[in-house]
């Protein structure tokens, strides 16, 4: 498999299928699955973990492919020292069966996946069909271990269970399930179960983005991976839609940061504005990275050439009064002595916005501006924010406008109105409520922000 070209498709943001695919057995690959890796020591709730997760993801169409599936049947001369194999071994899979049929699927076509008996230690024909879906989930002991494989997933996560906890539930399970008795299953696991994961498994725990501790016990993460997956599913249909917009990597320090600046009552001001203030500057450099810029030679001490890049002087930043006015700092911060500019604007619901104040550099239209607004909901706002500042005589291409959450509503009304503009943000949400907030949302920004009004400890 050209693990090569996988990466670079996968970069370029070609991803997941259409949800108004045909539904056969043979789907138009228009967008490639999410392709999700669970890895974790024996009996560390991996499969538990999955159909959790799988359940959660109601609306989606997702598939659970296990590794176990493709363990090598055992020949007759190989079964009778059992006792002597090792199935935590790498070379007990066939993965060169697991990489085909993750290959076909992954392309939209239906596989035939092995039936594994843990009993017979053999395939029993006839296989699973598994038909294509929008998310894949390979789970299995080894998962992370084999590059190739590893090349495939879009998310890797290793459960990362206590091994006392994990011996006992192995005990339980391969007694009632695996047609073993205890002393089987703890020769077994001193003689090659624990020496193998230390040897394979541990090790490919530094590949996962994520670590569940404590398994599925573990409901917080659960619902974060949920999120994230939700989420993905989403972004990428927008950002196909509209190539201008780009949401920030998403690194698990811009979730973790996602996750306390969303938290409602359990937040305080204090780490709302700590969260916030991580997001934002991050928002702001990614968006300082859209500007134009032209490369520059310089001599460093050590009278060396080093090559760099000088961005664009003509810079300011506008805030839409009063919540982006908090994004001011870490532009200041990352843009010494930067103008910058405010619009006020009001109205709410259907009846249109109105320009109550504005105050801008009055050579703004020779200028490219970061209009700064941290919640995209419905468009209106930015809409007006954005007339103002063409009327000044900014160039639409020369508008980039930051914000920590959007709406997909907020997105297709600027997007199709400015479709020269970029927006860089650092999660796209689900939806608006009735009342035009976007969910999940971070409440109301400003109030949580600077401290005032009710809602800071309850947001809408
Ligand atoms: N959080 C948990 N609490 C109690 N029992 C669990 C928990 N997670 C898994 N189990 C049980 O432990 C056994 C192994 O879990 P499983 O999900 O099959 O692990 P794996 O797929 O990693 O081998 C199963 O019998 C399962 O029901
Ligand atoms: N015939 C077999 C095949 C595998 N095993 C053990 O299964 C474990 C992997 O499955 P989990 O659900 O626990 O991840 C692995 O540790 C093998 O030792 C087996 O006992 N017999
Ligand atoms: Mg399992």
């Known amino acids: 498999?050209?693990?090569?070209?996988?990466?670079?498709?996968?970069?370029?943001g070609e991803n997941h299928f259409s949800p108004r695919s045909n539904g056969g057995s043979e789907r138009t690959p228009l967008k490639l699955p999410f392709i999700i890796g669970v890895a974790g020591g024996t009996a560390s709730g991996?499969?538990?973990?999955?159909?959790?997760?799988?359940?959660?993801l109601h609306d989606q169409r997702v598939v659970l492919v296990n590794q176990d599936a493709f363990y090598r049947s055992l020949s007759n001369e190989?079964?009778?020292?059992v006792n002597e194999y090792n199935f935590d071994h790498p070379d007990a899979f066939d993965t060169e069966l697991l990489l085909s049929c993750m290959e076909k699927l992954r392309h939209g076509r239906?596989?035939?996946?092995?039936?594994?008996?843990?009993?017979?230690?053999?395939s029993i024909e006839p296989g699973r069909m598994v038909n294509p879906s929008d998310v894949i989930i390979l789970e299995g002991i080894l998962v992370l271990h084999d590059s190739r494989v590893r090349d495939l997933m879009n998310m890797k996560i290793f459960v990362d269970t206590d091994s006392d906890v994990r011996l006992s539930r192995r005990i339980q399970r391969d007694t009632v399930e695996r047609g073993r008795n205890v002393e089987n299953v703890l020769d077994q696991y001193a003689k090659f179960v624990k020496p193998s994961f230390e040897e394979f498994i541990l090790p490919s725990k530094k590949h996962a983005d994520v670590i569940i501790p404590r398994g599925a016990d573990n409901h917080v993460a659960i619902d974060l991976i949920?999120?994230?997956?939700?989420?993905?599913?989403?972004?990428?249909?927008l950002c196909k839609i509209y190539p201008n917009v780009f949401v920030i990597h998403s690194t698990f320090q811009v979730r973790y940061g996602?996750?306390?600046?969303?938290?409602?009552?359990?937040?305080?001001?204090?780490?709302?504005?700590?969260?916030?203030?991580?997001?934002?500057?991050?928002?702001?450099?990614?968006?300082?990275?859209h500007l134009p810029f032209t490369e520059k030679q310089i001599i460093t001490p050590t009278g060396s050439v080093y090559c760099g890049v000088v961005f664009c002087k003509r810079l300011c930043g506008v805030s839409v009064i009063r919540s982006g006015e908090s994004m001011e700092n870490a532009l200041r911060a990352c843009c010494k002595g930067i103008k910058i500019g405010k619009i006020l604007i009001h109205g709410?619901?259907?009846n249109g916005r109105e320009l109550i104040y504005e105050k801008l550099p009055s050579d703004i239209a020779s200028r490219h501006v970061l209009l700064l607004d941290p919640v995209l909901a419905s468009g209106n706002s930015a809409v007006k924010a954005i007339s103002v500042l063409l009327n000044?005589?900014?160039?639409?291409?020369?508008?980039?406008?930051?914000?920590?959450?959007?709406?997909?509503?907020g997105i297709h009304t600027v997007c199709k109105k400015f479709p020269r503009l970029k927006i860089v943000t650092s999660e796209i949400d689900m939806t608006l409520n009735k009342d035009m907030h976007v969910i999940p949302g971070m409440g109301e920004f400003g109030d949580r922000y600077f401290g005032t009004g009710s809602s800071q400890h309850h947001p809408k």
Do not use: W
């Open 1 to 12: 498999m050209d693990s090569e070209r996988v990466s670079a498709l996968r970069d370029s």
């Open 46 to 56: 991996k499969t538990t973990v999955c159909n959790m997760i799988i359940s959660q």
């Open 78 to 81: 190989q079964l009778q020292k």
């Open 110 to 122: 239906t596989v035939s996946i092995p039936n594994y008996d843990f009993k017979t230690h053999k």
């Open 226 to 237: 949920v999120q994230h997956i939700c989420t993905k599913l989403g972004q990428h249909d």
């Open 258 to 289: 996602n996750a306390y600046a969303c938290e409602g009552t359990k937040t305080t001001k204090h780490d709302f504005v700590f969260y916030a203030d991580r997001l934002i500057r991050l928002v702001v450099e990614h968006g300082l990275g």
């Open 348 to 350: 709410e619901g259907k």
């Open 392 to 409: 000044k005589g900014v160039a639409e291409s020369n508008i980039i406008f930051l914000n920590l959450i959007a709406a997909p509503e």
